[in-house]
């Protein structure tokens, strides 16, 4: 079993959409879970982190988390075309200075 | 806003030659990472550098490699000797003592002929 997965897409959805992206992560002992988006050969930029369980907001966007359930989502609402990206979800075990585990990531278009 | 910067953005070596790939972190973080990415597959963890010196390494980071802060500013990665397989991403990130998690910088596409 892989530790960290994402379904890859390519997810392709128009302007204003709702989008779901989801990640299943295989080690409970992961404790701060971030997400980031990657342009085409560029590098991965913050959109959010956190470290617990629940919801949290940052404008268009909320990261949720479900420790229990090992899974964790980011919810992109009014999506726009400079949405289009590669979101990679990422986790660290014990801080937030050990390594990060990303998953593959998901491929996202918003299409006007 | 500060960022992580790198250079160069593309470089480009015959297999067996040596490369330094240059980064220059937040000023004022003091954790500092190389991670690498091939093309299509995901980002992976290279190495992490803590009151210089190494703090955890991949198995990926074998001793072909290595890192260095030569001065208050830059942290080095060096590949000795290039195989055609380090062709790939790589991006540095640094982390301050009081965030919550690491900056990447814009990455330097490596490419091994």
């Known amino acids: 079993q892989k530790e960290v997965e994402q379904d890859p897409g390519p997810l392709s959805v128009p302007e204003g959409a709702i989008v779901s992206l989801n990640c299943t992560y295989s080690?409970?002992?992961?404790?701060?879970f971030m997400w980031y988006r990657q342009y085409s050969r560029k590098g991965p930029e913050l959109l959010m982190y956190?470290?617990?369980?629940g919801n949290k907001e940052d404008g268009r966007f909320t990261a949720q988390v479900d420790k229990s359930s090992k899974y964790i989502s980011l919810f992109i609402r009014d999506s726009q075309p400079s949405d289009s990206a590669t979101y990679l979800c990422?986790?660290?075990?014990?801080?937030?200075?050990?390594?990060?585990?990303f998953g593959p990531g998901t491929s996202l278009s918003v299409i006007p | 806003e500060p960022e992580v910067t790198q250079t160069p953005s593309h470089q480009v070596t015959q297999m067996g030659q040596e490369v330094i790939l240059r980064c220059v972190p937040i000023?004022?973080?003091?954790?500092f990472y190389w991670y690498r990415q091939i093309l299509g597959q995901k980002v992976e963890f290279l190495v992490s550098f803590y009151n210089n010196e190494i703090s955890e390494k991949s198995e990926i980071f074998d001793d072909q490699f290595s890192v260095e802060r030569p001065d208050g500013s830059n942290f080095t990665l060096k590949i000795r000797s290039t195989k055609l397989e380090d062709s790939a991403m790589y991006f540095c990130a640094s982390n301050a003592e009081l965030t919550d998690t690491q900056y990447f910088g814009p990455g330097t596409r490596l490419t091994v002929l």
């Open positions: 990422a986790m660290t075990l014990k801080t937030s200075y050990d390594k990060v585990i």
């Open positions: 956190t470290y617990s369980s």
């Open positions: 000023s004022n973080h003091l954790y």
């Open positions: 080690n409970s002992a992961f404790q701060y």
